[in-house]
Structure formats: C-alpha cells, structure tokens
C-alpha cells in the first residue's frame, strides 16, 4: 500500500526558514517523480515543485523560485522541501504527491505552514 | 505559463443528478489532463488522467471527456458521497497548473 506522510509543518515568522519532509513507502520510491503541492487557507490548489526520481531534474513555480528547494533522500525514501525567506503568502497546507508522469496519484494527509 | 479555467466555479445539485463541469486549457494540451476530488480538510484524490481514464477503485459514475484545449467531467447519478469540490489539472509540460476548482453542493 502507497503511503505518503509529511512532517516539519509549524508557525515560522516571515523571513523564517522551514523544511518538511515527506516519508514514502510501499512503491519503488526512486522510480517516480515527487511533487509538491500547497492549498492557502480557502483557495485552490497551488503546484510548487517537482523533483525526478533520481533527482536531476528539478522545476519550481515562479511564485516559490530562489526561496525553495527540493531534493530526496532514496535510501531513506523521503523528499524534502527546504522553505527560506517565507512569506505570509507561503502560509498553506503543503501536500506531498506520487508523480506517476505529471498524474498525481498518490497524496499525502499534508502539513500545515503558517507565516 | 499554460492557464487553466473550469466553469462552474460551484453547483447546486441533487443526489441522483447528471452533473458536467467544464475545464479549459489557455493552449492545447492535448489529453495531458487529470481530474481530482476534494473533501474538506483531506488532501485531493486522483478520480481521471490523460482526459478520459478512471483511476483503479474509482466508481465507473465519474467519465472524463475531451482533447486539446476543452475537457468535462461528467458525475452520472450523483451520490451523497460525491458533494466535493473538484480541480482539473494539466501535465503537459514540466510545470503543471491547476483549475480553480468547482464546488458541488447539496440542492
């Protein structure tokens, strides 16, 4: 069974730092891509990044470009995603996703971030 | 940056309705198309990919339709289970971008 946990959401001051994490099991992690993806309080669904199953290739939103940072660990089956320089509107609910060719087909519960 | 809009951005509808909610792409996208449903405070669930296939497990009442730039996903016999909201998203290329989304709520 695919599961998907993220960790490391919290209250950060704008400026601040943050990273989350994002613990998979139950697939072969390395051979899929991961995304993110965020959901401000009441809005719609925003994609941040996606990173390659052997993490070379690497894209990032405008919004989030310069600021954050995604990379993997394989061995330890998690993706990371390193947030600097936060802003209030970084504030949502980050969900981490199984990337099955850009169809996103597993999601994780998310983790709550607040600048 | 590919846009993306779905018309309506919300409906009201009864259990056993036939649902359609509307999905354009700013270019054409070909079928890179998926679909997902949303319940409040849970993360989103793959219900539709490359425009008309159901994911494995969901109910054969959800169909997606279309190509290029125009797509719908169409809820046959709406169920008390199906009042969500729903985003279309496309992966055409390595940035993908998501639909507003559409609110179906109970008539």
């Known amino acids: 069974e695919v599961q998907l946990s993220e960790s490391g959401g919290g ?3 704008p400026g601040g730092s ?6 998979a099991s139950g697939f072969t992690f390395s051979s899929y891509s991961m995304t993110w993806v965020r959901q401000a309080p009441g809005k719609g669904l925003e994609w941040v990044s996606t990173i390659s199953g052997g993490g070379v290739n690497i894209h990032y939103a405008d919004s989030v470009k310069g600021r954050f940072t995604v990379s993997r660990d394989n061995s330890e089956t998690t993706v990371f995603l390193h947030m600097r320089s936060l802003r209030a509107d970084d504030t ?6 199984k990337d099955s060719g850009g169809m996103l087909d597993y999601w994780g519960q998310g983790t709550r971030v607040t600048v | 940056d590919i846009q993306m809009t779905q018309s309506p951005s919300a409906l009201s509808a009864s259990v056993g309705d036939r649902v359609t909610i509307s999905c354009r792409a700013s270019q054409n996208i ?4 998926a679909w997902y449903q949303q319940k409040p405070g849970k993360a989103p669930k793959l219900l539709i990919y490359f425009a008309s296939r159901l994911e494995t497990g969901v109910p054969s009442r959800f169909s997606g339709s279309g190509s290029g730039t125009e797509f719908t996903l169409t809820i046959n016999s709406l169920q008390p289970d199906d009042f969500a909201t729903y985003f279309c998203q496309e992966y055409d290329g390595d940035l993908y971008t998501f639909g507003p989304g559409t609110k179906v709520q109970i008539k």
């Open chain 1, 11 to 13: 209250l950060v001051q």
């Open chain 1, 18 to 23: 943050l990273r989350l994490s994002c613990a």
């Open chain 1, 92 to 97: 949502a609910v980050y969900y981490c996703a």
């Open chain 2, 30 to 33: 070909d079928k890179w198309l």
